[in-house]
């Protein structure tokens, strides 16, 4: 995708860029002729710092923890002036035993992931939306296990239950913009083997991460909230 009115290079803020899916991704928006801007957390050098490395000025880094509301606001005055063809925001965490049943959880861990799959998130598409041209891309990534009418084998119920409240948060951002002319799309990549979804995961990177991207890219022309997967299925809410 590049803009309708030049031929300048497509950019993407990609929040959670610094390893996983999130570090694929943004390898994979390169190989497509974008341009990258990620964040990562803390000082400690990532991956995402090796391909900012070996990618001739296009990936740049910034530091953001969505948890910190004042983070937030100072990347969004760094980048003031700046549009972005597409935010999308791969943050997120699980609980340390997702074998765990709800009731179960400490409130500390609940409320952790919550914060991070959740309200994080949602800080930052609000926070950073200015950001994005009025016709470009603003997206999250949820999971299938958000689905509420796909969970007949329960499981995993903090993170569900996380993503299914990100599901709903972002149902309600996107009423609210009803009018508007951007494509807004929950992103269920599969379950994947990554740090977070473990060993046992039956996708590998290579497996999601591409059509990932070609699915959101994709999008662009098209307003209104989706919910898809990797295949550019809906998913059902």
């Known amino acids: 995708m590049t803009s309708p009115t030049s031929d300048r290079a497509s950019t993407v803020l990609l929040v959670g860029a610094s390893r996983g899916?999130?570090?694929?991704?943004?390898?994979?928006?390169?190989?497509?002729g974008w341009n990258v801007v990620g964040t990562v957390r803390g000082s400690t050098r990532t991956k995402l710092h090796d391909l900012a490395a070996e990618s001739g000025g296009r990936v740049e880094i910034e530091h953001l923890d969505i948890t910190e509301p004042d983070q937030i606001t100072a990347l969004r005055q760094r980048r003031s002036g700046q549009s972005f063809d597409m935010l999308f925001?791969?943050?997120?965490?699980?609980?340390?035993?997702?074998?765990?049943?709800?009731?179960?959880?400490?409130?500390d861990e609940f409320v952790r992931v919550m914060l991070t799959n959740a309200l994080g998130v949602m800080r930052t598409v609000e926070g950073l939306q200015d950001l994005v041209r009025p016709d470009g891309i603003i997206g999250v990534m949820s999971s299938g296990q958000g689905s509420i009418g796909n969970n007949t084998n329960g499981g995993h119920e903090v993170y569900r239950g996380s993503k299914a409240a990100l599901n709903q948060y972002m149902r309600s951002y996107a009423a609210r913009h009803a009018d508007g002319q951007r494509a807004m799309v929950l992103m269920a990549p599969g379950w994947v083997r990554t740090e977070l979804g473990g060993p046992k995961a039956p996708l590998a990177i290579e497996e999601s991460v591409p059509h990932v991207v070609d699915v959101l890219v994709a999008q662009q022309g098209r307003p209104g909230l989706q919910y898809l997967d990797r295949n550019g299925t809906t998913v059902p809410w």
């Not at 899916?21 to 497509?32: D, Y």
């Not at 925001?89 to 997702?98: E, H, L, P, S």
Request: proline letters at 0%; aromatic letters at 4%.
């Open 21 to 32: 899916l999130g570090e694929a991704m943004a390898g994979e928006f390169l190989k497509k």
């Open 89 to 107: 925001v791969n943050a997120g965490t699980a609980n340390q035993n997702q074998g765990e049943t709800i009731a179960e959880t400490s409130t």
